[in-house]
């Protein structure tokens, strides 16, 4: 008799692991699963966000309501309180758990703002822009725009114009869009304003392509213009004054007056103050509230062409004009706080998709000293023409085919 053969199966896929090798297939099983950051939970999430700056937790707070609520959690603004109180002794705790942590790391971000601008470190990085000379800049969410007059819409002589992105240009029809000399416009959609010679503001649908409202505003020739969030509209003229007009009624709801007869040339509005440059190098500001004059200082011996502050800072006004001297002024009282010009040393020379750029070292004059800026060479203190701020950062257009941009750096950093 013989004796039967045993038969083997061999094993599937799908059969279950023995208990000898469990281990190993939970194992691979974990490996066999990609892990991210949003594998991770509040907790591991909390601790990795304690390591960064807090630069880098608000650009954090912008990718998910999930995160956002974790950089809101009660453990990680008490993890920051008692970072925030050990650097800085004075703060107080109570203020600090009343506001969110947003708002508290946006506070301290506009100090090292103010710091950096008023005392830190800097450096200027110089390009070739434009193949004609550049008159005008701006600057939003870290973008630099300039160009040989305003963006978008412009003036060429008596005439408005549109500029599409594709590189074509729209004159508007010559019953329209002529007028008296028009030296300065502002653009708010759909509407541009233009100031002109006569000392009327005009404003021009951009659609219809019509003048659809001319305001009087001056007896003299108006020189600047500036938009208000309620779009009031504010000119300043070559007679000094500053007039406050509301086009809804077309009629004159203040006009502030100055002592330089020969005019105003630049406007920046905050959100409560009214700053104005003038011809002979004074600085005023007035409370929009009060309508009063709350300081005026002489910054420059020539020309102011361009004033401006960041739209959240209540702190520092940066002034620029014809002596080609980068000022810093407080914006409580109009102490000069710092003087800024291009040294000639050349520290680096890089290429980039803007072209060649050239990095300079920057300089700080004394403000304790009697300063002959005659002395000062010209290649150090370029004028400028406008400027415009940014965080930590400040970018200028000298009526040349440059631009420059003032890169700041806080010495005393605070990194929460």
């Not at 009697?370 to 010209?378: G, L």
């Amino acid at each position: 008799m013989t004796k039967p053969l045993s038969t083997f199966t061999a094993a599937t896929n799908n059969t279950p692991p023995t208990p000898a090798t469990a281990p190993t297939y939970q194992t691979n099983k974990r490996r066999q699963t990609p892990t991210t950051i949003l594998s991770l939970d509040a907790d591991i999430l909390c601790t990795i966000f304690a390591f960064l700056n807090m630069f880098d937790l608000v650009r954090c707070s912008l990718v998910c309501k999930f995160w956002n609520a974790i950089l809101e959690s009660r453990s990680l603004r008490e993890f920051y309180e008692k970072k925030l109180l050990k650097n800085s002794p004075t703060s107080s705790s109570f203020e600090f758990t009343k506001k969110s942590l947003r708002v508290t790391l946006g506070e301290v971000a506009m100090n090292q703002n103010r710091l950096a601008l008023q005392c830190g470190r800097f450096h200027v990085d110089q390009w070739r822009g434009h193949s004609t000379a550049v008159s005008q800049c701006r600057m939003k969410m870290g973008t630099v725009v300039t160009g040989v007059g305003d963006k978008i819409v412009g003036l060429i002589g008596s005439r408005l114009c549109i500029w599409r992105r594709n590189g074509k240009r729209s004159v508007f029809p010559s019953l329209e869009g002529k007028f008296i000399k028009g030296s300065c416009m502002r653009y708010s959609d759909p509407e541009a304003m233009v100031g002109c010679d006569d000392g009327a503001v005009r404003v021009f649908d951009m659609y219809s392509r019509r003048c659809t409202q001319i305001i009087r505003m001056h007896d003299a020739p108006i020189t600047c213009l500036c938009l208000s969030e309620d779009q009031l509209i504010l000119s300043g003229s070559t007679s000094g004054s500053v007039t406050i007009s509301d086009p809804s009624s077309a009629q004159k709801v203040a006009t502030l007056r100055s002592s330089d007869v020969r005019g105003i040339r630049t406007l920046c509005l905050g959100s409560q103050l009214l700053f104005a440059g003038s011809a002979v190098g004074y600085t005023y500001c007035w409370d929009m509230r009060t309508r009063r004059l709350m300081w005026k200082t002489r910054v420059s011996p020539n020309v102011v062409y361009s004033l401006q502050h960041m739209q959240s800072d209540k702190s520092t006004l940066a002034v620029g004009g014809i002596d080609g001297i980068l000022r810093f002024l407080n914006q409580n009282d109009g102490n000069i706080v710092s003087s800024c010009i291009i040294d000639n040393k050349l520290l680096s020379t890089h290429q980039s998709n803007s072209g060649s750029i050239q990095r300079r070292k920057g300089k700080r004059l004394p403000e304790d000293t009697y300063i002959n800026i005659d002395v000062i060479p010209m290649t150090s203190r370029p004028s400028i023409t406008c400027l415009a701020v940014g965080m930590k950062k400040v970018v200028t257009t000298h009526n040349t085919r440059d631009i420059r941009l003032w890169k700041f750096k806080d010495n005393n950093t605070f990194m929460l």
